[in-house]
């Protein structure tokens, strides 16, 4: 039902004709207004339809989540369990209260259930329902390349990123890193292969690919032979070594996209806590392209402590990394992050 340009009233037509039990949302924090927006567009139509939000915003900031008028609960970790839970008891007319990583209103209070929601085996799950979305003209998929995840979660503690407040939110179940495994992945991927024969490649979105020498190579030895289509990823530069790079080479990676974010040492690595040299970065490209293998820097500008010359320190460490291609964006401070 996604569409960001759709109206109050066409909007409200959508719900009317699918007349669901329940509508349930994902926000990231820039998408939350959105959000906002078409929970108070219900709630003015005077329905009982229940809203339920997940995704990074709610985890981290459900107050604010529950605060929201016309939103009755919100998600606080993996979804797929607590809302096979909560339409149960929805449907029998049952009491939310114990419906662990819930949270509810209770009268004029918002109370939020025991976190700690997780998957712990992520194979337990189906695979994801691509038919549900207007596939063909979403954003990658609409130029021949399907988004796909084989893990959820990274052992890095970078200060931008919500991963380390995730963990702490969700109550640091271990294991912190989960993959399915390299069968599933197949699986998914021969599905999507079959169900939408436009497919030309697979971009990973996990935020470290291989993470896992033991996954590393099984997918490197089996993702060619039984799927055969190239992929693009992300990597962490201290990762690259040449070892790495030829498993890459093998599975079928024609890009990896890593983070050089700020070029100027004192904000990489105090302030941004990314814990490695500009040589890192330099060696981590210049390995990938003796493979063959694109690469592409993730930048930031308007860093906390940044100055016109520390923009120019980013410039410069790309030049002498020489990746093949650049993304730039602006720094958002996103609440629940320690900047």
Same mark, same amino acid.
């Given at each position: 039902?996604?569409?960001?340009?759709?109206?109050?009233?066409?909007?409200?037509?959508?719900?009317?004709?699918?007349?669901?039990?329940?509508?349930?949302?994902?926000?990231?924090?820039?998408?939350?207004?959105?959000?906002?927006?078409?929970?108070?567009?219900?709630?003015?139509?005077?329905?009982?339809?229940?809203?339920?939000?997940?995704?990074?915003?709610?985890?981290?900031?459900?107050?604010?989540?529950?605060?929201?008028?016309?939103?009755?609960?919100?998600?606080?970790?993996?979804?797929?369990?607590?809302?096979?839970?909560?339409?149960?008891?929805?449907?029998?007319?049952?009491?939310?209260?114990?419906?662990?990583?819930?949270?509810?209103?209770?009268?004029?209070?918002?109370?939020?259930?025991?976190?700690?929601?997780?998957?712990?085996?992520?194979?337990?799950?189906?695979?994801?329902?691509?038919?549900?979305?207007?596939?063909?003209?979403?954003?990658?998929?609409?130029?021949?390349?399907?988004?796909?995840?084989?893990?959820?979660?990274?052992?890095?503690?970078?200060?931008?990123?919500?991963?380390? *407040? @995730?963990? %702490?939110?969700? #109550?640091? =179940?271990?294991?912190? /890193?989960?993959?399915? &495994?390299?069968?599933?992945? +197949?699986?998914?991927?021969?599905?999507?292969?079959?169900?939408?024969?436009?497919?030309?490649?697979?971009?990973?979105?996990?935020?470290?690919?291989?993470?896992?020498?033991?996954?590393?190579?099984?997918?490197?030895?089996?993702?060619?032979?039984?799927?055969?289509?190239?992929?693009?990823?992300?990597?962490?530069?201290?990762?690259?070594?040449?070892?790495?790079? *030829? @498993?890459? %080479?093998?599975? #079928?990676? =024609?890009?990896?996209? /890593?983070?050089?974010? &700020?070029?100027?040492?004192? +904000?990489?690595?105090?302030?941004?806590?990314?814990?490695?040299?500009?040589?890192?970065?330099?060696?981590?490209?210049?390995?990938?392209?003796?493979?063959?293998?694109?690469?592409?820097?993730?930048?930031?500008?308007?860093?906390?402590?940044?100055?016109?010359?520390?923009?120019?320190?980013?410039?410069?460490?790309?030049?002498?990394?020489?990746?093949?291609?650049?993304?730039?964006?602006?720094?958002?401070?996103?609440?629940?992050?320690?900047?």
């Amino acid at each position: 039902m996604y569409n960001p340009k759709i109206t109050q009233e066409e909007f409200i037509n959508q719900v009317t004709e699918s007349n669901p039990d329940l509508i349930a949302f994902s926000a990231t924090t820039n998408s939350f207004p959105l959000v906002a927006q078409m929970a108070a567009w219900i709630n003015k139509t005077g329905s009982n339809i229940p809203v339920i939000v997940g995704g990074t915003h709610a985890i981290l900031n459900p107050n604010e989540a529950m605060s929201t008028v016309g939103i009755d609960f919100v998600c606080l970790g993996d979804g797929e369990d607590l809302m096979v839970e909560l339409c149960r008891a929805l449907e029998n007319g049952d009491s939310v209260s114990g419906i662990q990583g819930l949270g509810r209103h209770n009268k004029e209070n918002i109370v939020l259930n025991k976190p700690g929601r997780r998957v712990s085996e992520l194979d337990d799950l189906p695979f994801p329902d691509r038919h549900i979305f207007d596939y063909k003209h979403l954003y990658n998929e609409r130029d021949g390349a399907a988004m796909m995840m084989a893990s959820r979660g990274c052992p890095y503690q970078c200060t931008y990123c919500c991963n380390k *407040a @995730l963990r %702490k939110a969700t #109550g640091n =179940i271990r294991p912190l /890193i989960r993959f399915h &495994s390299v069968d599933y992945v +197949i699986g998914e991927a021969r599905k999507i292969m079959a169900d939408f024969d436009f497919i030309k490649e697979f971009h990973f979105d996990d935020d470290i690919l291989f993470l896992r020498r033991d996954w590393a190579e099984e997918f490197a030895r089996r993702f060619p032979k039984e799927v055969g289509l190239p992929f693009v990823c992300n990597l962490r530069p201290t990762l690259v070594k040449p070892a790495l790079a *030829a @498993l890459l %080479k093998q599975a #079928g990676c =024609i890009e990896v996209r /890593i983070g050089l974010e &700020s070029g100027n040492d004192h +904000i990489r690595n105090q302030v941004l806590q990314r814990k490695m040299t500009r040589q890192h970065i330099i060696d981590a490209v210049r390995i990938c392209h003796d493979y063959k293998i694109k690469v592409m820097t993730f930048n930031m500008i308007g860093l906390p402590f940044e100055t016109p010359r520390t923009i120019i320190d980013t410039i410069e460490l790309n030049a002498l990394a020489r990746p093949d291609r650049i993304q730039h964006t602006i720094f958002y401070p996103f609440p629940g992050t320690r900047l």
